[in-house]
């Protein structure tokens, strides 16, 4: 199984980007997929999850939406108003069942905000 990010780059603040995430290979199943992020010196965090059935959870709601196609096994991110401070490595996270059930990271993507 493996997992491939795109879509991300440089923007300007207050600029849009949509990340892409799809997973590919052996899969049973595909449960929650999700966005981290992790910027220079600090830690990984969570940017926003979505369940199989639709349920999703962002860390800023008003800015960042995350959305998923199950038929093409690919998880987006949305991002809209970027700051400097979003400016981050973005990784995607999916648990899947091959068939049995782990959790599989993407390699990343840069994601730089100017001022």
């Known amino acids: 199984v493996q997992l491939q990010a795109s879509g991300g780059g440089l923007v300007q603040a207050g600029g849009s980007l949509r990340l892409s995430c799809t997973a590919s290979g052996s899969i049973s199943s595909i449960n929650a997929m999700g966005w981290y992020r992790q910027a220079p010196g600090k830690q990984r965090e969570l940017v926003a999850v979505?369940?199989?059935?639709?349920f999703t959870h962002s860390a800023d709601s008003g800015r960042f939406t995350i959305s998923r196609d199950n038929a093409k096994n690919t998880v987006y991110l949305q991002m809209n108003s970027l700051k400097p401070e979003d400016t981050a490595v973005y990784y995607c996270?999916?648990?899947?069942?091959?068939?049995?059930?782990?959790?599989?990271w993407g390699q990343g993507t840069q994601v730089t905000v100017s001022s």
């Open positions: 979505i369940t199989s059935s639709g």
């Open positions: 996270q999916a648990n899947i069942a091959a068939p049995r059930e782990s959790d599989y």
